[in-house]
């Protein structure tokens, strides 16, 4: 799994080829964004650009020296999916979560995963009501527009396989009744990938639900020569203010459909894909619902670039947040590594 350090190759040189001047396109809106507004659908990928650009800052002003990966816990957000933080103790991934949730105007929970978490700790649970003869639902922490699954591998097999239908449907199911979640709906869950002591591996079908997989790393001199300058004493906790909305968010989400994928990129990704399923070197490759993620997270970050398109490089710098932790190693429980990746692509002919 990629767990810290910058994997960004630079922007794609020709961007016109990618552009739809460039020829035929894939809009993920299909035909509702086919029919819409050249002007319209530019002023929307703009103020989606000035939205997720407000976040990226607030953010950054309690996550020293990660510009990039700032921007990587981002493109969950924005392309509706989830987000793994994988690293070492102490370098941010709690404080990361706290402040995307903080910087978005939203409702947000913690949960701390222990081993004797319950599902109905995180779902909630019908309690009897001797006054009325009935059951009354107590929603539990998982109904916020932002959860942090803190430790997720800390909790029981059972525990973890809670969230499986809430990440992937939006709702949760509890004696027969179905509650929808919020919207938008995005868990950030923390694990350390080398305390194995009183935890259990997330199987495959929980960490295919996580869109994005990465780590933070260790800041730089001059990053951390400010945290320590910076960090009073009696701190315990970050306060930030909002300084973007739901509804912003929910349309910086329907913006992200509507940057443009070339039909020579949309080719590149899934060569990229269907050779990690044919490489000897690995048992399991990316499955569909990774390539879905893969096509969202590639739109997502050209937004965060400031472009309503997206270039071949997009594809290798998303590609290993996004497969690393799906690809099995043939005789291993590992994910793929960097140098996997990189493999991956050496097979693989860039559009030109």
């Known amino acids: 799994m990629v767990t810290g350090g910058n994997r960004h190759h630079g922007a794609g040189t020709g961007s016109e080829r990618w552009t739809a ?8 809106g299909n035909a509702r964004a086919m029919g819409a507004d050249v002007s319209g659908k530019t002023s929307r990928l703009q103020a989606a650009m000035d939205t997720v650009t407000a976040i990226a800052a607030s953010v950054e002003t309690v996550i020293r020296g990660k510009h990039e990966q700032v921007l990587l816990a981002l493109v969950p957000m924005i392309a509706g999916g989830h987000l793994l933080l994988q690293d070492v103790p102490g370098v941010g ?13 939203a409702s947000y929970s913690r949960i701390q995963f222990t081993s004797d978490l319950l599902p109905a700790d995180i779902l909630g649970i019908n309690i009897y009501e001797a006054a009325t003869g009935e059951f009354r639902f107590r929603r539990g922490p998982i109904f916020a527009n932002v959860v942090m699954a803190d430790e997720i591998n800390r909790a029981s097999p059972k525990t973890q396989s809670a969230l499986l239908e809430a990440m992937n449907d939006r709702c949760i199911s509890i004696d027969g009744m179905t509650w929808q979640l919020p919207d938008p709906f995005f868990v950030i869950a923390t694990q350390n990938p080398i ?20 780590g933070i790393g260790y800041p730089d001199v001059e990053a951390e020569r400010r945290i320590l300058m910076e960090r009073p004493v009696r701190q315990h906790s970050i306060h930030l203010q909002p300084v973007a909305s739901v509804q912003q968010v929910l349309d910086a989400q329907d913006a992200v459909d509507g940057v443009t994928v070339a039909p020579a990129v949309l080719d590149y990704l899934l060569a990229f894909v269907h050779v990690t399923r044919s490489e000897p070197l690995f048992e399991v490759g990316v499955s569909p619902r990774g ?14 670039q400031g472009r309503t398109f997206v270039v071949p490089d997009d594809v290798k710098t998303i590609a290993p947040y996004v497969a690393s932790h799906r690809i099995l190693r ?15 692509f050496e097979q693989v002919s860039a559009p030109v």
Not at 21 to 28: K, M, Q, S, T, W
Not at 93 to 105: E, F, R
Not at 291 to 304: E, G
């Open 195 to 214: 305390e194995y002591t009183g935890t259990y591996p997330l199987p495959e079908s929980e960490l295919d639900r996580f869109q994005l997989c990465m």
């Open 93 to 105: 991934k709690s404080t990361l979560a706290q402040a995307l949730g903080q910087s978005v105007g």
């Open 21 to 28: 001047a460039g020829g035929g396109i894939i809009d993920g």
């Open 330 to 344: 043939r005789g291993s429980r590992k994910g793929a590594s960097g140098a996997d990746i990189d493999h991956i």
């Open 291 to 304: 390539a879905i993620d893969l096509l969202k997270a590639i739109r997502a970050w050209a937004l965060l």
